[in-house]
C-alpha cells in the first residue's frame, strides 16, 4: 500500500486546502489522510499502524481544541519515531517549537498563511529526507545482517586477535599472529558406534541439538569456538581457568541434557575433555578462493591428544600440566596427578591431571576420600615400586569401587 501523509487542523477550508494542494503536486506518490482533531489523529494513526502502512509525514496545526499541535506530535513521535513532522501555525510559541524540534522528530516550522510553493517544497523535501533515511537504515540492517552472518562463521574474537576486527578486507590467506591460548577439545564417546544407528538427518539433528547445549557454555566463560569437527568442539581461550571452568560447566550440564534426551526415549551421552595450553599460531590457512580460520602448534596437537586419554583413562577431563601451571589458584579445583604422557617427537613426558569437580557427588566423595593414598599410589608406580603401588590402588578401589583411573594404573 502507498505510504499515508496524516493532515491535522480543526478548520475545514484549512485542511481542504492542505490536502488539494498536497495532491495535486505529489501526483499520487503518497495518500493523503485528514483529521480534524488531535483525538482523531492519535485513532487513525492507530488503524494505520495496525494495518502496516508507512507514514513518513505528519502535519499539524498548532491551535486546536483538546490536544495542541505540539503535544500531538510529540505523541505520535512515540508512536511512530521514523515519521517526519511539519507544525502549521502563526501563532506557536518560541517553547511550542522548541518541544516539537526536540521530541517529536520536528523537521519545520510553517506559518499561516503558508505560500503554496513554500509548503510543497518543505513536503517534497521532508518525503525525500525520510526515504533517503529509510534506504540507508535498509542498507545497514541488510549490512548488519551480513556480519552477524559472517561472524557465526568466523569468531569476533578471532578477528581481533589478528586485528581484523573492522575491516574485512584485511582478512587475507597466510594473515597469522603467535599468541598463547588455552585450547580445549571435547568428544563424544563412541560417537561412530552411536550414530551407525541414526539416518543421516537424525544425526544433524542430533549433532545441532547437542552442540547447541554446551557451545554457549565456552562463550560464556569468555571462549570462542574455533571449530566443530563432526561431534567435537576445539575451543580456544585466552585464560587458563576460563578454559577449565568452562569444561566443568560442559559436564555439569551433560546430565540436565542427557535427561531430556533419555525423556524422549533416547541413550544418554558421555563426553571426555581435554585442556592444554602453550603458545600456537593462530591464522588462515587454505587457497585464494577458500580458506578457513585455525590454530597451529603443538599445543593444538596435545589437547587433542589428552582428550583422547579420557577414553583410556575413563575419566572426563583431564588436563596438561602447563594448564595446571597457568591456574590462578590451582587449589580451588579438585585435582590429581595421574600420569605422564609422551608425546611424539618429544623426549620428556608430560604429567597429566584428572580434574574431577564436575563428578556425580558419590564419585566426587570416593576420589576426594582416597585422594593421598591415590597419589601416593601414583607416586609409586612412577617410583617402579611395583608391589606397594599395587596395594595402595586396590585400597583405593575398596573405598571407591569406582575407581577408574586406579583400576587402569592397577
Excluded at 16 to 33: A, M, V
Excluded at 171 to 183: H, M, P, R, T, W
Excluded at 273 to 284: A, C, D, E, R, V
Aim: net charge negative; proline share 3%.
Amino acid at each position: 500500500m502507498q505510504p499515508v501523509i496524516i493532515c491535522v487542523d480543526d478548520e475545514e477550508t484549512v485542511i481542504e486546502t492542505l490536502k488539494d494542494q498536497l495532491r495535486f503536486h505529489l501526483q499520487g506518490s503518497c495518500s493523503i489522510e485528514v483529521a480534524g482533531s488531535g483525538e482523531e489523529a492519535l485513532e487513525l494513526l492507530d488503524e494505520l499502524i495496525e494495518e502496516k502502512i508507512e507514514i513518513p509525514l505528519v502535519i499539524s496545526d498548532q491551535l486546536m481544541p483538546g490536544i495542541k499541535g505540539n503535544e500531538l506530535l510529540e505523541r505520535i513521535h512515540s508512536s511512530a519515531p521514523q515519521a517526519l513532522t511539519i507544525l502549521l501555525t502563526g501563532q506557536a510559541s518560541v517553547d511550542d517549537v522548541g518541544l516539537a524540534v526536540n521530541n517529536a522528530n520536528l523537521y519545520r516550522y510553517i506559518g499561516k498563511p503558508w505560500e503554496e510553493a513554500d509548503l510543497v517544497l518543505t513536503v517534497q523535501e521532508a518525503l525525500k529526507s525520510y526515504f533517503q533515511k529509510q534506504a540507508i537504515e535498509k542498507k545497514n540492517d541488510e549490512i548488519r545482517r551480513k556480519a552477524e552472518t559472517f561472524y557465526k562463521f568466523v569468531p569476533v574474537p578471532f578477528l581481533e586477535i589478528l586485528d581484523c576486527r573492522k575491516d574485512f578486507e584485511a582478512i587475507e590467506l597466510g594473515l597469522c599472529s603467535e599468541c598463547n591460548l588455552s585450547v580445549l577439545f571435547s568428544d563424544i564417546r563412541d560417537f561412530t558406534k552411536f550414530s551407525e544407528g541414526l539416518t543421516p538427518q537424525e544425526n544433524f539433528n542430533f549433532l545441532n541439538s547437542y552442540l547447541a547445549q554446551l557451545g554457549p557454555l565456552i562463550r560464556k566463560n569468555s571462549g570462542f569456538i574455533d571449530k566443530y569437527i563432526g561431534d567435537a568442539i576445539m575451543g580456544l581461550f585466552e585464560n587458563a581457568d576460563d578454559a577449565l571452568q568452562a569444561a566443568i560447566d560442559m559436564l555439569k550440564h551433560l546430565p540436565q541434557y542427557n535427561e531430556g534426551r533419555q525423556e524422549t526415549g533416547n541413550i544418554p551421552i558421555e563426553i571426555g575433555i581435554g585442556l592444554n595450553s602453550g603458545h600456537l599460531m593462530l591464522g588462515t590457512i587454505g587457497e585464494n578462493d577458500r580458506f578457513e580460520t585455525t590454530v597451529i602448534g603443538d599445543v593444538v596437537n596435545l589437547a587433542s591428544r589428552i582428550e583422547s586419554l579420557t577414553k583410556q583413562y575413563g575419566t572426563p577431563l583431564l588436563i596438561s600440566e602447563f594448564t595446571f601451571n597457568c591456574l590462578k589458584d590451582a587449589d580451588k579445583y579438585s585435582t590429581r596427578f595421574i600420569g605422564k604422557v609422551k608425546i611424539k617427537g618429544k623426549d620428556i613426558p608430560v604429567r597429566i591431571f584428572e580434574i574431577f569437580d564436575a563428578d556425580k557427588t558419590q564419585v566426587f566423595d570416593g576420589k576426594a576420600a582416597t585422594l593421598n593414598t591415590f597419589q601416593e599410589a601414583v607416586d609409586c608406580y612412577y617410583n617402579q615400586d611395583v608391589e606397594k603401588a599395587r596395594a595402595l590402588f586396590q585400597e583405593c578401589l575398596k573405598i571407591n569401587s569406582g575407581g577408574n583411573v586406579a583400576h587402569y594404573l592397577l
